[in-house]
């Protein structure tokens, strides 16, 4: 069983946050530390703490995570400008939180996510 984590505590109101979208499946709430206009973290109900870990299982509320995504993003005035969603796998690609969790990042240009 994996540790539970600060999302977890988020997602049964433990901890305040500011949680602008919650279901049976997820949770969507605003980053502390926003890295654009619009920040929200989109995290599934159900504690998986990397990608590695996804199963067949969890396909409903991984795609939930995307219809939310869109959601939010028209709700905060950003659909049609655009905006980024950011998945991170383990510690190299800057996972801080071991609960999987998509980052929707927009309001600003953000120029490329890669460099050549």
């Known amino acids: 069983m994996a540790e539970e984590t600060i999302f977890s505590k ?16 997820v949770t969507a709430f605003r980053d502390i530390s ?3 206009p619009t ?3 989109i995290v599934p109900n159900v504690l998986i703490p990397t990608v590695n870990d996804v199963t067949a299982d969890h396909e409903l ?3 939930r995570l995307f219809t939310v995504a869109a959601k ?7 659909a ?3 905006y980024r969603l950011i998945m991170n796998c383990n510690r190299h690609s800057g996972q801080e ?3 999987i969790h998509m980052h ?3 309001g600003r240009p953000l120029g490329p996510l890669l460099a050549k």
């Open 10 to 25: 988020i997602i049964r109101r433990e901890i305040p946050s500011d949680i602008i979208y919650q279901d049976d499946l």
């Open 34 to 36: 926003p890295q654009a």
């Open 39 to 41: 920040h929200v973290l």
């Open 61 to 63: 509320a991984l795609g």
């Open 72 to 78: 939010i993003a028209k709700e905060e005035g950003i």
């Open 80 to 82: 049609e400008d655009g």
């Open 97 to 99: 939180v071991f609960h």
């Open 104 to 106: 929707l990042v927009g």
